[in-house]
């Protein structure tokens, strides 16, 4: 019988074989299926085998009939058929190369079935032998790429990444509000909105918070209590995430929030202001001389100190405090500013709905417009658009528009930036277009020069609206290429082309501190999901919470603009 296997456990069996059809050359929408799967089961709080003896393992969102059925023989058995299938085809070493900059699944395909390469070790030794450059269809240019991608692989970074640990701290949340707690909220660097975090962080009042302690280290998601004091406890899940829950009672809550929520360094400057009045700043409120003042809500502790109240996402320690001290603290930007959405894919593409299936997910979103950004013609492993496929989604879009009128879809293309810096669609082709983003996608490894010329000839070009994903960064993997973002920012305010925050918690790009400099130089943004289903419209939510942590403005953001002051805005109509 096969050891008892872990959610992440679970989930990297799935994203391995995932990797191994895209290699293999598999269908775009069969891959993203168990992509999706896996980000699920990631986020179930409970281990999966217990949802599996319950028979609700199809009940997990993304994990259909055919995926929880590989999902029960893989707890079963610890396999699957499709697996065994696809890993004797293709080991399951090969699946690591992706991890490369500059090697896709064909070029993984190509080093395996050439040189029996299978591991990252084995693409080292054959660089070093000179078998590589001796290899055709990767040769000397290629060989020197795959060297400089293979530099930027980083040591594992054991914290968290947002993507995983939002959905996480979600679920935990619900179920110590389940445990009867009084009130319950999302604490540390996951409610401040930081890239990587290290412990998800829960804060709850309850009328007897050791009760409340010892409840939740006896759920079925814990595997282990690292810690245990007065008012705290620190467990680890079966997936091996660390959490850390505060409690406390209701009167002291905000004042446990607050000091929970951090960062350390805005901490201690609120510490020094209390100081310097004669009174001290602890978990549990405000120490003046013999006496203790908890406060209730956040809102209390900041008001305690004269302070204007600070959003979390900004509590970084970055000027937020001597705003708060002359009561000029940005407002945060909420997802509710903006109008509609202008960056997602549909079946036309790599995404899993229909135009019309995404249409009516953001109109239940409250949204006026959006616009449909499948990708172009060069991206074949996302089964890009060319000119003639373009021509007949507008069909479909124009009669969608005509039933659900007047909400508006818009037709666009995530357009490819060339490793020459051209264009990956002719300009009649643009020109027929409502918006056009511009995406540099590939070779993120070549070096500033090349990366920012190419980035550069998108933002002039008088036919692109904007620019997606402007570092090309990958949260808590690939460190995205080696831009000057200084020259991306100066372009984009003087031709006028937007740069996008991706609100997909993998990307999140414009990272924060991009996003503000950005908005310093003069440049206009958009805030866009890169939602490739209709539950990736969420994502939006999570570019505003960037937006608020790098300070931007409603009047920043294009999509805050009702539909004809956005088309007019656009550059192709000034």
């Not at 319950?54 to 055919?66: I, M, S, W």
């Not at 389940?178 to 009130?183: E, K, N, S």
């Not at 070779?443 to 620019?467: I, K, M, Q, Y």
């Not at 440049?523 to 994502?539: K, P, Q, R, Y």
Request: charged share 20%; aromatic share 4%; with cysteine.
């Amino acid at each position: 019988m096969p050891h008892a296997q872990s959610n992440r456990e679970i989930a990297d069996t799935l994203l391995r074989l995932a990797d191994l059809l895209e290699i293999r050359g598999e269908a775009v929408f069969k891959i993203a299926a168990y992509r999706r799967a896996a980000e699920s089961i990631i986020a179930v709080a409970e281990p999966i085998s217990a949802v599996h003896a319950r028979g609700e393992l199809e009940q997990v969102p993304g994990v259909g009939k055919a995926i929880a059925q590989k999902v029960a023989d893989l707890l079963n058995t610890g396999t699957f058929k499709l697996l065994d299938e696809v890993q004797a085809e293709i080991p399951a070493g090969v699946a690591a190369l992706l991890r490369v900059p500059e090697v896709g699944p064909k070029r993984a395909r190509l080093l395996y079935e050439q040189l029996g390469i299978q591991s990252i070790e084995d693409l080292q030794s054959a660089l070093d032998s000179g078998r590589l450059a001796a290899t055709k269809g990767i040769g000397a240019t290629g060989a020197r790429r795959i060297a400089e991608g293979l530099s930027y692989l980083r040591p594992a970074d054991n914290r968290l990444p947002l993507a995983r640990a939002v959905p996480l701290a979600a679920a935990l949340r619900e179920q110590v509000r389940q445990l009867g707690a009084t009130q319950v909220a999302i604490a540390g660097s996951v409610r401040r909105f930081a890239d990587l975090v290290g412990d998800v962080n829960l804060v709850a009042s309850f009328e007897d918070p050791e009760t409340l302690l010892d409840a939740f280290c006896s759920l079925p998601s814990v595997a282990s209590v690292e810690s245990r004091d007065d008012g705290a406890c620190r467990v680890l899940l079966h997936d091996d995430a660390p959490v850390t829950l505060v409690a406390g009672t209701q009167r002291e809550f905000g004042s446990l929030l607050q000091y929970h929520t951090g960062s350390q360094q805005h901490n201690a400057r609120l510490g020094a202001i209390a100081r310097s009045r004669g009174i001290e700043l602890t978990p549990q409120g405000f120490i003046d001389g013999n006496a203790t003042h908890p406060c209730a809500t956040e809102d209390d502790v900041y008001a305690y100190l004269g302070l204007q109240p600070v959003p979390p996402e900004m509590r970084e320690d970055t000027g937020e405090i001597e705003l708060a001290m002359a009561g000029k603290v940005p407002p945060p930007f909420p997802a509710t500013y903006l109008r509609g959405d202008l960056h997602m894919h549909t079946t036309w593409s790599d995404g899993t709905r229909t135009v019309r299936e995404m249409a009516l997910a953001a109109l239940e979103r409250g949204y006026e417009y959006i616009c449909i950004s499948d990708h172009s013609q060069s991206l074949g492993v996302a089964n890009g658009l060319s000119p003639e496929r373009l021509l007949q989604q507008r069909q479909e879009i124009d009669a969608v528009n005509a039933e659900l009128h007047p909400f508006r879809v818009l037709q666009g293309v995530e357009l490819e930036v060339r490793g020459d810096g051209a264009l990956d669609l002719p300009d009649q082709v643009l020109r027929s277009l409502d918006l056009v983003t511009a995406s540099v996608h590939s070779g993120l490894r070549r070096g500033r020069e090349s990366v920012t010329a190419r980035a550069l000839a998108a933002l002039n070009h008088p036919l692109v609206d904007a620019l997606a994903h402007p570092s090309g960064r990958l949260v808590g993997g690939r460190p995205g290429g080696d831009f000057d973002m200084d020259a991306l920012y100066a372009a984009a305010a003087q031709s006028g082309t937007a740069l996008e925050i991706n609100g997909d918690l993998a990307r999140l790009d414009l990272r924060d501190t991009h996003a503000r400099a950005a908005v310093q130089a003069g440049s206009t943004l958009t805030i866009g999901s890169d939602a490739h289903s209709t539950e990736g419209l969420v994502n939006t939510a999570y570019g505003a919470r960037l937006a608020t942590r790098a300070w931007v403005q409603r009047e920043h953001v294009l999509n805050t603009r009702p539909l004809d002051a956005l088309l007019g805005a656009l550059k192709r109509n000034q």
